[in-house]
């Protein structure tokens, strides 16, 4: 079983088992899951689960995974679902039957707005992506072709690449139709029938007056996007008050005729001349706000545009996005809002040099900061920046001088965007646009992602820390490997004490052959499997971990408890030779303080090997920490080196005494 799998695995359990579980679903970075009774999730223990970045309990609860491992938990999470016999056709039949219910949490008309617009356009970012990238490529092409150093090939697939590219934003408001009838209850082909009208070509046949506004001519495509969500909608009520009110014999020939008949006549006489001056008046607006007062709005912009992302509501903008490329060609907005990533970045950057002793949070940053800089946040909001507070401040107001720039750039030198929807950072540079060429555009943008780098990096470096916040964290109160270092030197110190009452009898002999056994029953497994770097990197020394399937642990060693801590969760053993052996139980155990632990010896006790030390329940262990793997590890390696390793037919190790010592350490 994969590490994914078992997170899924977990996570299927902390959420309150199959039968709480209604769907799930996965976006770029959130594994999505509609949920039957929220009060059976245990929202501490999923959090400290190792992989999991945060969680965020809204219309779905949403478990933030980060890019690329989000699929691949989805997909384990599926499987455990298959396996426990919660098939597809369940999921759904039940995620209907709830959904009503779900939705009273939150139940605002705001919020409801928002979900209702994330949820018809989110499907449809892979597709702006791609069909953004090849336009893009595209435009390239057309670049070369018009220096006139191209082969001829390449002039040849010009065309295709266009059509490829358009062909999607070209239809666009039919996607759009169909994801909003499914939302607002109606039938998604009666969506994109009524939505279709807008972007035939026949439309630009239809004429007629209306008073005050005179003639009014349409043109295929005006309206867009909004006038599809207004279509779809209204079509969706239609067929939804006719239901149960249409004999069954006749019902689906006159429902389905009726609702597009009627929303097919409102779209052709009302909402493309509606939707088409909201469109205008969104397109002209934006242009206006960023040749006026591009710096200050950019800067407002760059500065809230996290919080929304933190809650999920960014997505309520995607609408915007799309009338602007629709409009001119490319969307302002975007790249704007693409600057409080690099505000992000600056800020977990110095977070990386202040907190210098916080090895834990310095290696959660390395591994976030490449996605971060290729556009997804969620990682360096969720396990950086927003757990520490104040330094999440300090990236919106990186991010804000990141957004001041780009903003000042559209007021001074010219309007850029980008010619899609979907992705930001470094990775948003193939779609970027502007009036003033593509080079124009990257090199805006680029401008504006350095000044958010570097303000976010010198704001929070520099006021991104209290003095009580250093303190708590650059001593690393919360890593496992200090509080390990912590069970050495205390293990150490003990045996010390040890070696001065015991005199000679500490002495070993060189040559001398001691086995190490396995401290509980389990499966033996590797120190460098172990997910923490201060047992796999051999900081502690060397050794053995145990996967238990037994709350009995006992003494690896016949010796004397060393060290005993009162959470119960570490011991030391030192023999009479001198060896130092460390049994750590689990990752992350002493945070639960001893609860789930009993302690049936104390230190100082004399200690056969196979004695029991601790009693651990491990089903109510289990959830609440990292790991059960249990390291073993020999401190004083240098004395007892290693020499011989088993994983199975007897004791894991082996070791061998260097040198008679009165103290292993001396």
């Given amino acids: 079983m994969s590490a994914n799998d078992d997170l899924a695995s977990e996570l299927l359990k902390l959420l309150g088992g199959p039968g709480n579980i209604a769907g799930v679903e996965n976006c770029m970075t959130r594994m999505r899951v509609s949920l039957v009774d929220h009060d059976l999730v245990d929202d501490g223990a999923i959090t400290s689960l190792s992989g999991v970045l ?106 295709a690449l266009t059509v490829i590219g358009s062909a999607f934003f070209a239809f666009l408001p039919i996607f759009a139709g169909i994801n909003a009838a499914k939302e607002f209850g109606g039938t998604p082909a009666l969506g994109g029938a009524v939505a279709a009208i807008i972007v035939f070509a026949g439309i630009s046949d239809v004429q007629y007056s209306l008073p005050v506004l005179g003639e009014i001519v349409l043109a295929p495509g005006q309206g867009g996007v909004i006038g599809a969500i207004f279509a779809a909608g209204l079509c969706a009520w239609i067929e939804r008050s006719l239901r149960g009110k249409i004999p069954d014999a006749i019902d689906i020939l006159v429902t389905p005729t009726l609702a597009l008949l009627i929303s097919g006549l409102a779209t052709i006489f009302v909402f493309m001349f509606v939707a088409g001056n909201i469109a205008s008046a969104i397109g002209t607006g934006a242009i206006w706000l960023l040749d006026n007062s591009g710096l200050l709005a950019g800067f407002v912009l760059g500065g809230l545009f996290l919080p929304l992302v933190m809650l999920g509501l960014h997505q309520a903008l995607i609408p ?52 971060g800089i290729l556009g997804v946040g969620e990682p360096l909001i969720y396990a950086v920046t927003l757990p520490l507070g104040r330094p999440f401040l300090t990236a919106c107001l990186g991010g804000a001088v990141g957004g001041a720039v780009a903003g000042a750039f559209n007021q001074f030198a010219g309007a850029f965007g980008a010619t899609a929807i979907g992705p930001s950072g470094w990775a948003l540079l193939p779609l970027l646009q502007s009036d003033n060429g593509q080079g124009y555009a990257i090199l805006a943008y680029v401008v504006g992602l350095l000044a958010g780098y570097i303000s976010g990096f010198l704001i929070t470096y520099f006021w991104g820390f209290t003095p009580a916040l250093l303190a708590e964290h650059n001593a690393d109160q919360g890593n496992e490997e200090n509080k390990l270092l912590g069970d050495e030197a205390a293990l150490e110190g003990a045996a010390a004490t040890a070696a001065e009452a015991g005199g000679a009898s500490m002495a070993g002999v060189a040559g001398q052959r001691i086995d190490v056994l396995a401290p509980v029953e389990g499966t033996v497994i590797r120190l460098s499997d172990i997910e923490d770097e201060a047992f796999s990197a051999g900081t502690m020394g060397d050794g053995f971990a145990v996967e238990p399937t037994s709350g009995d642990f006992r003494s690896p060693v016949s010796g004397t408890i060393t060290a005993l801590f009162p959470t119960g969760h570490a011991f030391g053993v030192t023999t009479p030779e001198g060896l130092e052996v460390l049994v750590h139980i689990g990752l992350g155990t002493v945070d639960l303080h001893g609860e789930g632990f009993d302690l049936k010896r104390a230190e100082g ?18 959830a609440r920490v990292r790991s059960l793997a249990t390291p073993v590890v020999v401190l004083n390696g240098a004395a007892f080196p290693i020499v011989e390793r088993r994983s199975q037919g007897g004791p894991p190790l082996t070791v061998e005494a260097v040198a008679a010592a009165t103290s292993a350490r001396s």
């Fill in 605 to 622: 006790d004399v200690v056969e090997a196979g004695d029991v030390i601790v009693k651990v329940d491990l089903d109510a262990v289990r």
């Fill in 54 to 159: 945060g969680v965020v309990d809204d219309d779905t609860y949403q478990v933030v995974l980060g890019p690329g491992k989000v699929t691949k938990v989805t997909d384990g999470f599926r499987r455990a679902l298959g396996a426990s016999g919660a098939d597809a056709e369940a999921l759904a039949a039940r995620g209907a039957a709830i959904k009503a219910g779900q939705k009273q949490r939150n139940n605002t008309p705001f919020k409801n707005f928002i979900r209702k617009i994330a949820n018809i356009f989110v499907p449809l970012i892979p597709a702006l992506i791609g069909a953004g990238i090849v336009a893009a490529v595209r435009g390239l092409l057309v670049n070369w072709v018009t220096v006139g150093t191209a082969p001829e090939f390449v002039e040849a697939v010009v065309p």
């Fill in 320 to 371: 915007i996005h799309a009338t602007l490329i629709e409009q001119v060609g490319f969307t302002p907005l975007l790249t704007i809002l693409a600057m409080a990533g690099a505000g992000q970045v600056g800020a977990a950057l110095a977070i990386y040099f202040r907190l210098n002793r916080n090895r834990s949070l310095r290696t959660t940053i390395k591994g976030a900061l490449p996605v």
